[in-house]
């Protein structure tokens, strides 16, 4: 097997050492990961789930595609984003450390909740409840946290939150891992991080994690559901965020990520099959009944494919995609700008088109490409404003790695770039 390759010459790579070059190859997933989001989000409004407004031709036909990515693509974000975090943490001081994050995060999360999100909620209660009011009218009750949107007995909770949701759990998560580094000191920290490593070899990297991920979901899903609300939401917790803290504990082991690399392809076989599996268990009745032992065998290959395919993904990843250049260092600036419009672009772009009438195949593939292009059109017109950059999550400034100490920290996931 070839060792990955990095963009400064002169660095041996030990067999077993703690990483300290930039992980670009995590870069490069967090930018996959979020533009299989859109194509996701996309799917969203025509497949048979419950989402901010729906098609005419919403079915069950594109649920098999949902599932090739709806079980993993959170979760690896966060595994990621702890990666990232993980490192950075290592390398400030807890105060600086606290402050930088909670300003990439919390800033844009409320710019979001009350500029961003509102179109999405305004096209929603316009299709879903018939609402008949301008935008203006809208907008005035929504910051008015009115809860009178109602369908049957579902109601708006405004503001909201919508896909941002993960900006304010990582938020979170952020704090507690600050907190438990601060109470067990760097160098425990980094001694449980080469446990772990050590740990998860051979099928200990993918049988324990599996099991504990079909137990949470099997034990507390039916009972909290999926919520995104933070506050009850304990089956999301109890997923993300081991997850986020094992990926701040192996970032710094190289030979976790070897592992992985070596495994990359029996775990994408494992996932590929569960896949299959998975949509055959969504065809049976029973599949949601709590208790029922097809709900059981579900949560069991679900589990399977949720780890095995986030440990196929930073496999080859890291084998493949650890390599620097002008497309990563731009892409990686731009991605948390698109993850913040994104979603509210697909609405629009969506109820926009909706009278056109358009054949559903075209019509997703339109609302797919002026997504991307409007997304990165509006990272192009903030990047140059710097009032305006903390908004919509953009790094202060975007400066190519060199080879030295500031090349050693990487932009942690999710956007939160040093």
């Known amino acids: 097997m070839g060792k990955p390759m990095h963009a400064c010459r002169g660095m041996a790579e ?23 989001l859109i194509c996701f989000h996309t799917g969203l409004y025509y497949g048979p789930w419950e989402w901010h407004v729906k098609s005419a031709h919403a079915g069950a036909a594109i649920e098999p595609l949902l599932l090739l990515t709806s079980p993993w693509r959170m979760s690896l974000l966060f595994l990621v984003s702890g990666a990232a975090s993980g490192l950075l943490l290592a390398r400030a001081p807890d105060g600086r450390f606290l402050r930088e994050r909670s300003t990439r995060l ?32 809208f907008l005035q009750r929504y910051l008015s946290a009115d809860m009178n949107f109602c369908s ?24 507690v891992l600050s907190s438990i580094v601060a109470m067990a000191g760097r160098k425990r920290f980094a001694g ?23 137990a949470a979901r099997a034990a507390l899903s039916p009972i909290f559901g999926d919520t995104h609300a933070l506050l009850g939401d304990w089956y999301n917790h109890a997923v993300y965020f081991p997850l986020f803290l ?15 690399s070596r495994l990359r392809f029996m775990t994408l076989g494992l996932a590929l099959a569960s896949w299959a599996l998975l ?81 559903p195949f075209t019509e997703a593939v ?34 190519a790695p060199t080879c030295g100490a500031r090349d050693a920290e990487p932009r942690a996931a999710g956007g939160v770039a040093k």
Not at 112 to 134: H, N, R, T, W
Not at 163 to 168: D, E
Not at 246 to 251: D, E, I, R, Y
Not at 369 to 397: H, M, Q, Y
């Open 106 to 137: 919390l800033v844009p999360l409320v710019f979001g909740m009350l500029v961003i999100v509102p179109p999405q909620s305004f096209c929603e209660v316009a299709q879903k409840m018939d609402y008949q009011g301008s935008y203006a009218q």
């Open 279 to 359: 949509v055959c268990l969504y065809a049976v009745p029973g599949y949601e009944q709590p208790g029922d032992p097809v709900a059981l065998a579900t949560a069991c290959v679900r589990s399977t494919q949720q780890w095995c395919a986030i440990l196929a993904v930073c496999g080859f990843g890291y084998r493949h995609l650890n390599v620097d250049g002008r497309a990563r260092r731009y892409l990686a600036g731009t991605v948390f700008c698109v993850y913040i419009v994104h979603q509210t672009l697909i609405v629009v772009v969506a109820s926009a088109l909706e009278p056109l009438h358009i054949a």
């Open 192 to 214: 449980a991080g080469q446990w772990l490593a050590g740990l998860l070899t051979g099928w200990r990297a993918v049988v324990p994690p599996v099991i504990f991920l079909a």
């Open 152 to 175: 049957g007995a579902h109601c708006l909770v405004l503001p909201a939150w919508n896909h941002l949701w993960f900006v304010a759990y990582l938020w979170v998560y952020t704090l």
């Open 246 to 260: 094992a990926g701040a504990l192996v970032a710094r082991q190289h030979g976790f990520w070897r592992e992985l």
């Open 14 to 36: 030990q067999e077993d050492a703690p990483v300290t070059q930039r992980l670009y190859f995590l870069d490069w997933i967090r930018i996959g990961a979020f533009c299989v």
């Open 366 to 399: 339109v609302i797919v490409i002026l997504t991307f292009a409007g997304s990165f059109a509006i990272f192009e017109v903030v990047k140059p404003l710097a009032v305006l950059r903390p908004l919509f999550g953009i790094a202060p400034a975007l400066v």
